[in-house]
C-alpha cells in the first residue's frame, strides 16, 4: 500500500445524512473511502423551512471533519466534489486548517503556508432568515473544569439547557448525571482507515478538536432545537503556545477567540439569524475560572477530571481520574491550590503534586522556565507564575518542595510587578453572549 505521505490529492467525496446518521466521505487519490459517521440519537424529523440551513451545516461539519484525516497525507492538492463550497466558507477552512494543525505542522517539521487551499465557487453566502429556533441553551460538556462552571452559572439564572458530550465518555457521563440537567449524547465514529494509515506512516500529531465539536453542535442545534451553543472556552486559550517562524503556534486555536467569531460570523451569514455559537467562559482567564469552580463546583469534586489521558479513543487511560503526570493534571492542581483549602485538594488527586520533586519539570514548563508552555489546554505561563506566587506565601503551602523552590531559585530572576493574582481575576468585555446569558457573568466572577 501507499505511503500516505506520498498521496497527491486529498478528496471530499461526499456526505448524507439519514436517520439521525450522518455519514462523512473522505479520500486520498484513489484510495479507499474513509467513512466517518456521527450519530444524533432520536433525531426528530427536520422542522420545515430548515433544509437550507441543515445543507450548509452538514457541507461544513464534512468539510471541518476532514482534517483529521487530511493531516495523514498532507497532500499538495484538495479536491471537493460535489457542490463546491462558497468563497467564506473556503475562507474559514483554509484559517481552520492553517491555524489548527500549526502545532501538528510545527511538531512534523512541515510548513503548511500556502498550501491550503480550499476551492469554492466564488461566490458569497446571502444572508438566511431567522429560524425561530426554540430559546434554549446547549452546553457541550467535556469533564472537566470548565464546563462544569458554564452549567452552574447557567442553573443560577435559570435558563433552559441541556447538557450535550460528543463519542463515548463514562467520565463525561458521570459529569452529565451530575448536572440534573436533560442530556444529549452524540456518537462519533472515526474511519478505521486513519488508524490504519497511522500504522502505515501517516502524518500524526494535534487536530483542532474543538472545531469538529462546534460543527457537530451546529447540526444538533438545528435537529433538535436549541438557539444557543455554549461553549466554555476561557480567555487564556487565545494565547499561542509559543511563536516560530513568525507564526503563532496554539494548541488550543479552535478554543480562541479568532476561530469563536469566526464560525459565530459563518453561522449567520449561512445558518439562521437566531442561532448563536458563543462561549460563556470567553472573558475570563484560567485563574478566575478555576476560582468560580472551587466555589461552585463541589457537586463535582468527586466525579471530574481535567485530565486528557481519560479521553483517548485507543491509547491506554490511566488508572485513576488523575495521571498525576501531565500537564493538565500540574495546571489544574496549581490553579485550584489559591482558591481551595489544602486538604480538599489533596483529596481530588489523592496526591500533592507540588511536594514530588519528580514533577519539577512539568511544573516548570507550566511557569515558561526553561520551557515553553506545553502543548495542552493549559493556562498563560503569568498565571501559573502568579498562582506559584501566592503559594508561596501561604504557610501550608510554602514548604512544599516546588513551591520552595520556586521562592529561592525562580523568583529572584522574576519582575515582582507581573506576579500579582488580581489582572487574573478580572473579567474582560470581549465576548460574543446573546442577551439572555448575560446575567451568568455576575455568577461566575462571584461576590466582589
Ligand atoms: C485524548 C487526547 O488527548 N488525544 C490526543 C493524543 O492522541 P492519542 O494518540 O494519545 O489518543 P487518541 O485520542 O485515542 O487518538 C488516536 C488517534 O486518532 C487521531 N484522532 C483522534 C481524534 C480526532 O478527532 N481526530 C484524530 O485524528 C489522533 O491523532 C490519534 O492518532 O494525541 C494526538 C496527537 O497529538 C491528539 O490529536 C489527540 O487529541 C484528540 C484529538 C483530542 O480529543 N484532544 C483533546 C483532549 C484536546 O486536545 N483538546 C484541546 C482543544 C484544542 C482545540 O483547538 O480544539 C485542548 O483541550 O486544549
Ligand atoms: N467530548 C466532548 N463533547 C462536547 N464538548 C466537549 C467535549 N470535550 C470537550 N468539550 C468542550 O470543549 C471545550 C474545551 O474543552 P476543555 O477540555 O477545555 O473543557 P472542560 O473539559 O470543560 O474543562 P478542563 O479545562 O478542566 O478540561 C469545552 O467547552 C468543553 O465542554
Aim: include cysteine; charge should be negative; charged fraction near 20%.
Amino acid at each position: 500500500m501507499t505511503d500516505p505521505r506520498q498521496f497527491r490529492r486529498f478528496r471530499f467525496v461526499r456526505h448524507a445524512y439519514a436517520e439521525g446518521v450522518a455519514e462523512l466521505v473522505y479520500a486520498f487519490d484513489d484510495g479507499e473511502e474513509l467513512i466517518e459517521r456521527i450519530t444524533f440519537p432520536a433525531a426528530p424529523a427536520l422542522p420545515a423551512g430548515r433544509e437550507a440551513a441543515f445543507a450548509a451545516a452538514l457541507q461544513l461539519l464534512h468539510l471541518i471533519v476532514g482534517v483529521s484525516y487530511y493531516k495523514a497525507g498532507v497532500p499538495e492538492q484538495i479536491v471537493v466534489e460535489g457542490e463546491l463550497p462558497d468563497q467564506d466558507t473556503a475562507e474559514l477552512l483554509d484559517d481552520l486548517y492553517l491555524h489548527g494543525l500549526a502545532e501538528f505542522a510545527y511538531r512534523n517539521g512541515l510548513d503548511l503556508r500556502g498550501r491550503i487551499r480550499f476551492p469554492h465557487n466564488g461566490r458569497r453566502a446571502a444572508v438566511p432568515p431567522a429560524l425561530g429556533l426554540a430559546s434554549r441553551t446547549l452546553v457541550p460538556l467535556g469533564g472537566g473544569k470548565d464546563s462544569l462552571v458554564s452549567v452552574e452559572a447557567i442553573r443560577q439564572i435559570g435558563v433552559e439547557a441541556s447538557v450535550v458530550w460528543v463519542s463515548h465518555s463514562p467520565l463525561i457521563e458521570a459529569c452529565a448525571e451530575r448536572t440534573g440537567l436533560p442530556q444529549l449524547h452524540l456518537q462519533r465514529e472515526l474511519a478505521p482507515g486513519l488508524f490504519e494509515l497511522n500504522r502505515l506512516g501517516g502524518w500524526n500529531g494535534h487536530v483542532p478538536v474543538t472545531a469538529i465539536n462546534s460543527a457537530i453542535l451546529l447540526l444538533a442545534a438545528l435537529i433538535y432545537d436549541y438557539d444557543t451553543i455554549a461553549f466554555s472556552n476561557e480567555r487564556s486559550a487565545s494565547a499561542a503556545t509559543l511563536e516560530y517562524e513568525g507564526q503563532a503556534v496554539n494548541h488550543q486555536w479552535s478554543k480562541g477567540y479568532a476561530f469563536e467569531q469566526g464560525l459565530q460570523q459563518w453561522v449567520r451569514q449561512h445558518l439562521a439569524a437566531d442561532l448563536s455559537y458563543c462561549s460563556l467562559l470567553r472573558p475570563y482567564a484560567e485563574l478566575a475560572v478555576t476560582r468560580a469552580f472551587a466555589r461552585l463546583g463541589s457537586a463535582y469534586f468527586d466525579v471530574f477530571s481535567s485530565c486528557n489521558r481519560n479521553f483517548r479513543i485507543l491509547g491506554p487511560r490511566p488508572a485513576d481520574r488523575w495521571c498525576g503526570q501531565c500537564p493538565k493534571c500540574h495546571f489544574v492542581f496549581l490553579a485550584l491550590a489559591p482558591f481551595m483549602p489544602k486538604p480538599r485538594l489533596l483529596a481530588i488527586f489523592g496526591r500533592n503534586l507540588l511536594d514530588d520533586e519528580s514533577q519539577t519539570a512539568g511544573f516548570d514548563a507550566l511557569l515558561e522556565y526553561h520551557d515553553h508552555k506545553p502543548f495542552e489546554c493549559v493556562g498563560e505561563g503569568g498565571e501559573a507564575r502568579a498562582a506559584m506566587h501566592a503559594l508561596g506565601q501561604r504557610p501550608e503551602w510554602r514548604e512544599d518542595a516546588l513551591v520552595a523552590r520556586f521562592v529561592s531559585e525562580i523568583l529572584p530572576q522574576l519582575d515582582p510587578a507581573g506576579l500579582a493574582m488580581e489582572p487574573w481575576l478580572q473579567a474582560s468585555s470581549e465576548h460574543q453572549l446573546p442577551a439572555r446569558l448575560l446575567p451568568a457573568l455576575a455568577v461566575i466572577q462571584g461576590p466582589c
